[in-house]
């Protein structure tokens, strides 16, 4: 992969959005698991780390949306596709 990326995927901790963080953190880049439960938060994480240990992955909780912009700010250049 010529650069790896940090992606925030909401819904991430269960369904698509799990296979979603999953398969692109078996790509490289590095993943935060958005959660509306820590404990599901947790769990994805740790099904990924299992599944890939060099797996740059992590879980987040967004108590409100003006948080969600300030990691997204703080992580990430805006580059939505």
């Known amino acids: ?47 990924i780390r299992r599944a890939l240990p060099d797996a740059q992955v992590d879980s987040w909780i967004p108590p409100r949306l003006s948080r969600y912009i300030a990691l997204q700010r703080s992580y990430c250049k805006r580059d939505v596709r």
């Open 1 to 47: 992969m010529a650069s790896s990326r940090t992606i925030v995927i909401t819904g991430a901790s269960r369904g698509l959005g799990l296979a979603t963080a999953e398969k692109l953190a078996g790509v490289g880049h590095r993943i935060i698991i958005c959660s509306r439960s820590m404990v599901r938060g947790r769990q994805a994480v740790d099904q």
